[in-house]
């Protein structure tokens, strides 16, 4: 049984930074892996991605600012998220699955699993 929890949420002043992390335990077939979020009455998109050859897709609204990365001997996803704006804020979650047409590892209806998610509060 797969399971991904989320950690490292809070709530930072703008300018600041954290690092999401997510524990991956169980086996699975997916190439990709990913952060997502959702912020109060908006639609969940793709924030950042990482698939099993390695490379990186990020949204636009966070390149430069956003960075993924992976322990594979841990089995941890992390999302460290520098220069952090109000409109970061959101409920992130990370997920397993595998690429669709057009938005790859970004794409939503391609992830099979996804963890409960941890919020982040962004102050001006």
């Known amino acids: 049984q797969v399971q991904l929890v989320e950690s490292g949420g809070g709530s930072v002043q703008a300018g600041g930074s954290l690092r999401l992390s997510c524990a991956i335990s169980?086996?699975?077939?997916?190439?990709?892996m990913g952060w997502f979020r959702q912020a109060p009455g908006n639609e969940r998109v793709g924030v950042a991605a990482?698939?099993?050859?390695?490379?990186?897709q990020y949204a636009d609204s966070v390149k430069g600012r956003f960075t993924i990365s992976q322990d594979t001997e841990k089995n941890i996803l992390y999302l460290q998220m520098n220069s952090l704006e109000p409109d970061d804020t959101a409920m992130y979650y990370c997920?397993?699955?595998?690429?669709?047409?057009?938005?790859?590892?970004?794409?939503?209806?391609?992830?099979?699993?996804w963890g409960e998610g941890t919020l982040v509060t962004i102050s001006s």
């Open positions: 997920a397993l699955g595998t690429p669709v047409y057009r938005s790859g590892c970004l794409g939503l209806n391609g992830m099979d699993y």
């Open positions: 169980g086996a699975t077939l997916s190439t990709c």
């Open positions: 990482l698939d099993i050859g390695g490379n990186t």
